[in-house]
Nanobody, 120 residues
Framework: VQLQASGGGLVQAGGSLRLSCEASGRIISVNVMAWFRQAPGKQRELVAAIARGGRTTYGDSVKGRCTVSRDNAKNTIYLQMNSLKPEDTAIYYC???????????????WGQGTLVTVSS
């Protein structure tokens, strides 16, 4: 099982970006999917999470500016980020709780991270 994130890049303040992350491999089911981020010198923090049924949770720093969604058929999570600020600069990691083929229980998997840089 692996998570592949894409969509990061350089954007000016006030701009938008859309991140994607696809889970692939020998998967039975994907439960909660989420985006976290980690800025230099700071702890990793939750950006947004979405349950398989669609219930969402957002970190306080992005509420009202980001929308998380998922495509269960594609095992993919998306993060639409608008009104970006320089303080949104960070490496963004996708996370998913997955039941893999042959596994007895779900496990947490992490993507490789994608860099988002917001210039002022």
């Amino acid at each position: 099982v692996q998570l592949q994130a894409s969509g990061g890049g350089l954007v000016q303040a006030g701009g938008s970006l859309r991140l994607s992350c696809e889970a692939s491999g020998r998967i039975i089911s994907v439960n909660v999917m989420a985006w976290f981020r980690q800025a230099p010198g700071k702890q990793r923090e939750l950006v947004a999470a979405i349950a398989r049924g669609g219930r969402t949770t957002y970190g306080d720093s992005v509420k009202g500016r980001c929308t998380v969604s998922r495509d269960n058929a594609k095992n993919t999570i998306y993060l639409q980020m608008n009104s970006l600020k320089p303080e949104d600069t960070a490496i963004y990691y996708c996370n998913a709780r997955i039941l893999g083929v042959g596994a007895l229980a779900e496990s947490d998997y992490w993507g490789q991270g994608t860099l988002v840089t917001v210039s002022s």
